[in-house]
């Protein structure tokens, strides 16, 4: 063989070599940190306050216990088991920045099979009371949106994008396929839009509706209702526990009655808070299953004077703490 053949040769597969070294020290220390083992089923809460009882109820059982805690950029994620069973706990913190930024990290680090989400929530349908539990089927963003100037030639009219007017023209068709899809229509000047994802398999992002709840898990749940004991609520009255519907997610605290008929009319909505749609739709990028339990505290923007979130508050986490050790429990007996 020529030399300078041999040699060129050498150098290429040299340079293989280094590059496959760079790339995986790379990895190593770029990449985030696998832990491997069986795959988690992560107990999740929104804040603190329900964090408190979740930990409550694995301390009192017997069959349950945290085991370590790992902290992140911040964010505490504990491990353990339930009834000899994998479980990650961690709180994703209020709104849908923290909400998707801490899901992720726990699928960046853990190895999670699927998440069960609980916390509290405004009811947008009246029929709801606090204390009620919800476990929606959907849900969507209310306040996705494009905010638009007035027609100053025609009143009630605002003069929108062009590209959000083609979105409008598509409604009817994909409302004849899809009968989820939101009726839309403005509120004021603010009108309804949609979320652009993109995940693995797709060439270009999409627009997404909503985002479904997992329905193994919506199965869990009808179970475990079915399961529990009467939930009362400062003695009064039993908790109502529901499985189906809608709920919006926005990254305001909703507290305005005629808002909160709007969501009614364009979304169907049930509930209203601010972290579920961003915790479906990093599970759905990342094909992890997931449901969301939803404990009514107050009828958002209901009320004459000052919200009444904070008297049901407690009272409401724990029913939907209940369901939630409920729907683990059926879990068991998949």
């Known amino acids: 063989m020529n030399v300078h053949r041999l040699v060129n040769i050498l150098f290429v597969v040299l340079g293989a070599l280094s590059l496959a070294g760079c790339q995986s020290r790379q990895l190593a220390i770029y990449g985030p940190k696998v832990f491997g083992g069986e795959g988690f089923t992560a107990v999740v809460v929104a804040y603190q306050p329900e964090m408190k009882g979740l930990l409550e109820t694995i301390e009192l059982d ?12 911040g964010v505490q994620y504990r491990i353990g088991t339930y009834h000899n069973e994998p479980i990650l706990v961690f709180a994703t913190g209020m709104s849908i920045a923290n909400a998707a930024m801490t899901m992720q990290m726990a699928f960046d680090y853990f190895p999670v099979d699927e998440v069960v989400y609980m916390g509290i929530a405004g009811a947008v349908n009246p ?15 209310h306040d996705e949106s494009v905010y638009s100037n007035p027609d100053p030639d025609t009143d009630g009219v605002f003069v929108l994008p062009d590209y959000y007017a083609k979105f409008l023209e598509e409604q009817a068709t994909r409302r004849a396929e899809d009968p989820h899809t939101p009726k839309y229509q403005p509120f004021a000047f603010v009108h309804p839009d949609e979320v652009l994802i993109i995940k693995e398999g797709m060439d270009e992002p999409e627009d997404q509706a909503y985002f479904a709840a997992t329905p193994r898990l919506l199965k869990a749940a009808r179970g475990a209702i079915e399961t529990l004991p009467p939930q009362m609520i400062l003695g009064e009255r039993a908790s109502v526990m529901s499985v189906g519907g809608n709920g919006v997610t926005g990254s305001v605290f909703v507290d305005n009655r005629e808002y909160r008929q709007w969501t009614r009319d364009v979304f169907n909505a049930e509930v209203t808070e601010m972290e579920s749609a961003a915790v479906g739709q990093v599970c759905v990028i990342n094909d992890i299953d997931w449901v969301i339990i939803r404990a009514i505290s107050d009828l958002a ?11 049901y508050d407690v009272e409401a986490s724990r029913a939907a703490a209940a ?3 409920a729907l683990l429990d059926q879990l068991l007996d998949v």
């Open 323 to 325: 369901l939630l050790f």
């Open 62 to 73: 017997p069959d349950a216990m945290i085991t370590g805690s790992y902290t992140f950029k």
């Open 127 to 141: 029929a709801w009371e606090p204390g009620d539990v919800i476990v929606p089927e959907r849900w969507y963003y």
């Open 301 to 311: 923007g209901g009320q004459e004077g000052v919200n009444v979130e904070h008297i």
